[in-house]
């Protein structure tokens, strides 16, 4: 509820992908720009922000569900506001104010940063406003942002996507890839490790497509290159790439570049051939395997994980037996599984020979047995090993009760770990020894070889000691546009940008 100072309180509901996480980071400041203030635990919020995913079929579902949980709320809640944002958004339009009437705004994926202007407006016009742009107006990375991170970010190198996937809507949703200017990129990074910022993740629904708008067919591998080159920075990482554009200058900058940390997300979707040629991805699974090989070859402790789409329509038995024969080779340090659903919109939901949901099932299920098998083997080869771990916030839900820290190995390995007698803080680096593994973490049960102070612990400890300025409180009309104060994110979740 609003504060005692009167300012409205504000919530943001994220589903979907790391695009999705980075939008909300921006639609939090535009909001606080705009005078709102973070919501509470207690009491309801007012305003909520629903930023949505369209890219499976219970996002729907979702959605109007959570909005049915809001009506009773908003009839009691005098002056509450709900808007719903992102790649449902831009799908469903007017249909969500039709279903959900109580809805105040429905803004698409290309306009985020006109939310605050039409909040206003719905609350002196006293109706829906409903605006739905096709193109991008304003690169969202010029925007005010809020992360919840003090120590680690994401960084956006492109938005939009020039596949034809045709399980995926994204394209039709985010638009053709544009691509930031290199320097624009790095002085975003170069602003961010001035903060504190020790670890930024580049971000773009096909991310190692970038430079197809720039006419550089090397433009990513530079660009890793020279983010490397900031002073401060000690963890890059990117997310995700498409095999089709996965190219050898890619593989010797990561490998030549000491901060660019031996991780890679490579969406499979599929092992056979047959099935990749019907999803119009433009490889299939030895030119896939290939490039494992070359990553490993130049990077022999990478962790390269996954996304794969168990029951695309068509899909047999020796369909997916090539799947299982892909992830046996590939050995994904693990693995997103997705049972198929259909999206209105794309031509596989029209495709003949959908998948029975039985089929479907037994199908993910021996998938899954097996990726937690060889996910178990491949982290039983890190007992032993010495990692220097970046202590993360709020990545270990049992940390309390067993007296452990959490934080991520420099391959993105989730490693638990004994507290150190001296004080740590997020953003620091603490030295251990693996000594257990389980498929999907890792534990140190020793104590901790060495406990490194950061910049970024700095940071963290800044900000828990600061309060945060109350603003003016909520102004009218739309918020001024320019390069934000303070910039994105905290630890990526894992899985591919919207589906790639």
Request: some cysteine; glycine content about 8%; proline content about 6%.
């Amino acid at each position: 509820m609003s504060g005692e100072s009167g300012l409205k309180s504000y919530k943001v509901v994220t589903h979907g992908c790391q695009m999705n996480v980075h939008d909300s980071e921006r639609l939090s400041g535009l909001l606080e720009e705009a005078g709102y203030v973070k919501a509470g635990p207690e009491g309801d919020p007012d305003l909520v922000v629903f930023n949505t995913c369209a890219v499976r079929e219970n996002a729907d579902n979702k959605l109007y569900g959570n909005l049915g949980q809001l009506a009773p709320v908003k009839t009691r809640h005098k002056g509450m506001q709900i808007a719903v944002g992102g790649c449902l958004a831009q799908k469903d339009r007017d249909s969500i104010v039709t279903r959900a009437p109580w809805v105040d705004v429905v803004f698409g994926t290309h306009n985020i940063g006109h939310l605050p202007a039409l909040l206003e407006r719905a609350a002196i016009e006293k109706k829906a406003q409903v605006e739905i742009l096709e193109s991008l107006e304003t690169f969202p990375s010029t925007l005010p942002t809020r992360r919840d991170s003090a120590y680690a970010a994401w960084v956006s190198i492109s938005v939009g996507c020039n596949n034809t996937c045709t399980f995926c809507i994204v394209p039709a949703l985010r638009g053709k890839e544009e691509d930031r200017r290199p320097g624009d990129v790095l002085a975003e990074i170069e602003a961010l490790v001035d903060e504190g910022v020790i670890e930024v993740t580049l971000l773009g629904q096909n991310v190692n497509a970038y430079g197809s708008d720039l006419g550089d067919r090397e433009a990513f591998s530079k660009l890793l290159r020279a983010a490397g080159q900031v002073e401060g920075l000690e963890r890059i990482r990117f997310t995700s790439p498409h095999p089709r554009d996965f190219t050898d200058d890619v593989i010797a900058a990561m490998a030549e570049t000491p901060t660019v940390m031996h991780q890679l997300h490579m969406p499979l979707q599929s092992g056979s051939d047959r099935v990749l040629k019907a999803m119009r991805r433009s490889y299939r699974q030895e030119r896939f395997l290939g490039i494992i090989r070359k990553v490993r070859e130049a990077m022999p402790d990478a962790a390269i994980s996954t996304d794969i789409i168990v029951g695309f329509p068509g899909e047999t038995e020796e369909d997916f037996e090539e799947t299982m024969h892909t992830v046996r080779e590939a050995r994904f340090t693990n693995a997103f599984t997705f049972q198929y659903s259909k999206r209105p919109g794309t031509p596989a939901a029209e495709m003949e020979d959908q998948v029975p949901k039985e089929v479907v099932q037994a199908r993910y299920d021996r998938l899954i047995a097996l990726q937690e098998e060889i996910s178990w083997e491949e982290n039983k080869k890190q007992v032993g090993r010495t990692l220097e771990i970046l202590v993360a916030e709020g990545e270990g839900k049992k940390d309390d009760r067993t007296r452990r820290l959490s934080g991520r190995a420099p391959d993105n390995r989730l490693v638990h770990f004994g507290k150190p007698d001296e004080p740590v803080r997020p953003g620091d680096m603490v030295t251990v020894e693996i000594t257990y593994a389980a498929p999907h973490h890792l534990l140190a049960e020793g104590p901790a070889l060495s406990v490194r102070r950061t910049r970024a612990g700095d940071a963290w400890e800044k900000r828990q000691a600061k309060p945060a300025a109350k603003p003016a409180g909520v102004m009218l009309g739309l918020p001024s546009i320019g390069a934000p104060a303070a910039l994105p994110l905290a630890a990526p979740a894992g899985g591919a940008c919207c589906g790639d």
